[in-house]
Nanobody
Framework: QVQLVESGGGLVQAGGSLRLSCAASGRATGTYNKGWFRQAPGKEREFVAAVTWNGANTYYADSVKGRFTISRDKAKNTVYLQMNSLKVEDTAVYYC??????????????????WGQGTQVTVSS
């Protein structure tokens, strides 16, 4: 089964940028859909972005459209989340997730069955 490890989180000033990475290992890593979720203190985990197994389709939460970009590398073993124009409300622990390969992406965490440990993103004003 696929294993996921996030990196790239940190402290950044509002308006700045960060790029998160999610490295995957295991069998058939390129055949999984990948997603990013985040969870702020006292809040439910929420969907951020997703990409299909072949990189053909992407899907974004309305709150991050135009600011965040999800992508996969050529080997399909790493997924990235480029975050620009960061806001204080983007502060959260960010998790990458993997789920069954389909052509339709969903925003529900129940559509993903493998999760990384998370990486902290803190945006200061």
């Amino acid at each position: 089964q696929v294993q996921l490890v996030e990196s790239g989180g940190g402290l950044v000033q509002a308006g700045g940028s960060l790029r998160l990475s999610c490295a995957a290992s295991g069998r058939a890593t390129g055949t999984y859909n990948k997603g990013w979720f985040r969870q702020a203190p006292g809040k439910e985990r929420e969907f951020v972005a997703a990409v299909t197994w072949n990189g053909a389709n992407t899907y974004y939460a309305d709150s991050v459209k135009g600011r965040f970009t999800i992508s996969r590398d050529k080997a399909k073993n790493t997924v990235y989340l480029q975050m620009n124009s960061l806001k204080v409300e983007d502060t959260a622990v960010y998790y990458c997730a993997a789920g069954p390969a389909t052509d339709v992406l969903g925003s529900s965490s129940h559509q993903y069955n493998r999760w990384g440990q998370g990486t902290q993103v803190t945006v200061s004003s």
